[in-house]
């Protein structure tokens, strides 16, 4: 398995704003990936993040909204931009490494709350 | 579009209990599905991946089955504990490239004591 932090693991951030969310990884990795879970919903993915390339967004996510960075195998960022409330959710970072059976690894989640 | 559903979306259960947890999925053509754990305020365990030529894994007191053509599969725990409680999530990956996770809701289990 792979070991996933992330960092902050809360924040409460005011409208306008933008936060960064940090993923760091305990080994490389070949993917890694962005969810939100928004309240009483499902896991819904943002972006797959590949390193040296730009991030693939999914429908109803927008890079302008969400850039992402992936300097290297380990590390990954995602920025939640001009924030408003319907932007209150967890966001998950996950990665997978090369093999495995596409079997993926969650960090324990930035929880956000936008007022 | 890949719809997963888990049913029932909360179960309580006395301690020591078998259970099944449910999962769903509209379309058949998948690469793996995976089962996880999530604690409240926590992140996702993975528990158990099944490929889809597989028809079960198992680890411990966690069984979980496959059915691809019926777009179905479950999660049998053995002898439940109050340390079980947790919401569980299921997923699955559709072939084709994407590594995209399709997440039902989760079924919210409480074990007591």
């Known amino acids: 398995s792979a070991v996933i932090s992330q960092k902050p693991s809360r924040d409460i951030c005011q409208r306008g704003t933008s936060l960064t969310i940090q993923c760091q990884v305990d080994?490389?990795?070949?993917?890694m990936f962005w969810y939100r879970q928004q309240p009483g919903q499902s896991l819904t993915l943002i972006a797959t993040?590949?390193?040296?390339?730009?991030?693939?967004?999914e429908s109803g996510f927008v890079i302008d909204k969400f850039p992402i960075s992936r300097p290297n195998l380990t590390f990954s960022t995602l920025t939640v931009s001009n924030m408003s409330p319907e932007d209150s959710s967890i966001y998950l970072c996950s990665a997978r490494r090369a093999g495995g059976g596409y079997e993926q690894y969650f960090g324990p989640g930035t929880r956000l709350t936008v007022t | 579009k890949q719809e997963v559903t888990q049913i029932p979306a909360a179960l309580s259960v006395p301690e020591g209990e078998n259970l099944v947890l449910n999962c769903s999925f509209t379309?058949?053509?998948?690469?793996?599905l995976q089962w996880f754990r999530q604690d409240p305020g926590k992140g996702l365990t993975s528990l158990l991946l099944?490929?889809?030529?597989?028809r079960e894994q198992t680890s411990g007191r966690l069984n979980a089955s496959l059915d691809k053509s019926s777009g179905r599969s479950t999660l049998y725990i053995a002898a439940s504990q109050p340390g079980d409680s947790a919401t569980y999530l299921c997923a699955v990956i559709l072939q084709g490239g994407s590594e995209k996770l399709v997440f039902g809701k989760g079924t919210k289990l409480t074990v007591n004591p």
């Open positions: 080994s490389q990795v070949t993917m």
């Open positions: 099944i490929q889809s030529s597989q």
């Open positions: 993040a590949n390193q040296g390339s730009e991030a693939t967004y």
């Open positions: 379309d058949s053509a998948i690469y793996n």
